[in-house]
């Protein structure tokens, strides 16, 4: 028979009987002297709930759509900062005749919040925005196309038109996550001074 043996860990007394016992007394000693560090993180939790609400919310992802809106607008004011090709066959800035294309841009979250979709359904636009090769327009059902030359108006069964230049509408990617990475920082630093 074996003898039993007693441990003193701190307050506890450990009784073992045995072998096996011994090692649940060792690993019992070893436990209490590894070191107690108490961290007081409800601040923190605090903090990460705002962050999480915050960053993961339909709210952020709007706000991203929302400054790529924004982004779209000021290049259709500025003619792209000065970078799209002016217009040969009228005065004014380019893709402004009719303000449709300007108009019609929007921004969608996904479903979950944790996307946004920026763009547009105007057919137009993917023409107007990586330009165009030169093409030829035809009138449809025999009939005969009009447009006003220099003397006077001129009727053509078809044109051969020079192409658009492309006008690009949307921000580059770099251009995105600039964007979106200062949106970030702003909030980060919002919830920071809460």
Known sequence: MVAPVFFRIGSALLRGGGANDLSNAAQAGAAALRPRIHIDDRNLKKKMAALKAELGSKNMMSAIGMRQLRWIDEHFKTGGHGTWPG??????????????????????V??????????TTNEVAP???????????SARDGGS????GRDGPVFRRSVRHP????????????????????????????????
Do not use: C, W
């Open 87 to 108: 217009i040969k066959s009228r005065p004014g800035s380019p893709l402004l005749n009719t303000g449709r294309l300007r108009a019609s841009f929007t921004h969608r």
């Open 127 to 137: 023409y107007h925005h990586f330009g165009t090769k030169p093409y030829t327009i």
């Open 163 to 194: 192409g658009l230049a492309a006008r690009g509408m949307l921000p580059d990617t770099r251009e995105v996550e600039q964007m979106t990475e200062s949106l970030i920082k702003a909030s980060m630093q919002k919830i920071g001074q809460k």
């Open 145 to 148: 196309l009009m447009f006003v």
């Open 110 to 119: 996904g479903l979950f919040g944790h996307s946004v979709t920026v763009g």
